[in-house]
């Protein structure tokens, strides 16, 4: 499995797995937790979770997943907006820690920027760090300039991930955000790396090309481009197990020259700014 090194050179899997709308409906809770220990058993051992998925539903499919394997996991959970205050922030991870059965979180995230001042979130961050409750902290859905922002803040440039849309279909981030975040040694999360209109994606002709030159799929395919760069963490969802190997199977794929060049024609990169894509 390919590696993404964090700040201070911890490295995790180029490739995790996603939780967004598991933990909905109680009946199929044993068989997300399956999928998410299978996929760890592929070597996605990174789990992204949110206190907002399923009103913290998914937090507890995690914790069952990594029930007697928790410290070969690296579990990343995020805080609301809304909750993100000093005091607000110490709760929602208490919270958290208690819905995900662990003693720490090992990357914990503000979901997107709300109304409290990102000084305060961060001071949260810091305390929870000192307090041995997270590990990394970090953020998601921040732009370029909300970035400068959050790294001027005392404390900031400990920002250790940014998580945001990115897909063939989303690629804003690459003129200026991608190449910022590079520069800082902070690295992306692709959520949602196969659009939210998952058939309009892999219906692409240029998808479907080079995945028939791979032996491949055209999800699969969507997954490797994301992470071709070697700093961005890709964390796809699947909730059944087939779905899990397809996925797993991607971070094997190497695009070449004239994959990335056909890809590039279909889906154009950006030729200046546009606002961040969001879900």
């Given amino acids: 499995m390919r ?9 995790v899997p180029a490739l995790g797995q ?20 299978l996929g760890v058993d592929l070597g996605m051992t990174l789990l992204d979770t949110a206190e907002m998925y399923a009103s913290g539903g998914a937090e507890q499919v995690v914790a ?12 990343v959970s995020k805080v609301l907006p809304q909750n993100a205050s000093l005091a607000g922030t110490v709760a929602a991870c208490e919270r958290s820690l208690k819905r995900l059965a662990t003693d720490r979180i090992d990357l914990y ?4 920027r709300g109304g ?33 922002e959050l790294v001027a803040v005392p404390g900031g440039s400990a920002c250790a991930a940014n998580q945001v849309l990115y897909h ?30 998952v058939r309009r994606l892999l219906g692409s002709s ?12 055209p999800a699969q395919i969507a997954i490797a481009w994301g992470m071709r760069a070697g700093q961005v963490i890709s964390i796809p969802k699947a909730a059944d197990l087939a779905h899990v190997r397809e996925n797993a199977a991607a971070g094997e794929i190497t695009l070449t020259a004239e994959d990335l060049t056909a890809i590039d024609a279909a889906h154009r990169p950006p030729s200046r ?7």
């Fill in 206 to 217: 240029a998808l479907q090309a080079v995945a028939a030159r791979h032996g491949a799929t």
């Fill in 168 to 197: 063939p279909d989303s690629r804003g981030i690459e003129f200026d955000l991608l190449p910022w975040c590079a520069a800082h040694a902070i690295p992306v999360m692709a959520y949602s790396p196969l659009g939210h209109h």
């Fill in 64 to 75: 069952q997943a990594v029930r007697g394997i928790r410290d070969r996991v690296f579990i």
């Fill in 109 to 112: 995230l503000l979901h997107w």
């Fill in 116 to 148: 409290h001042p990102l000084a305060e979130t961060v001071g949260a961050f810091q305390a929870l760090k000192a307090a041995g409750k997270i590990r990394y902290w970090g953020v998601s859905n921040l732009d370029t300039a909300d970035m400068e």
């Fill in 273 to 279: 700014k546009v606002g961040l894509d969001l879900l």
């Fill in 3 to 11: 590696t993404v090194a964090l700040p201070g050179g911890e490295t």
């Fill in 18 to 37: 996603g939780t967004w709308y598991m933990g909905e409906r109680r009946g199929e809770a044993a068989k997300e937790a399956d999928a998410l220990r």
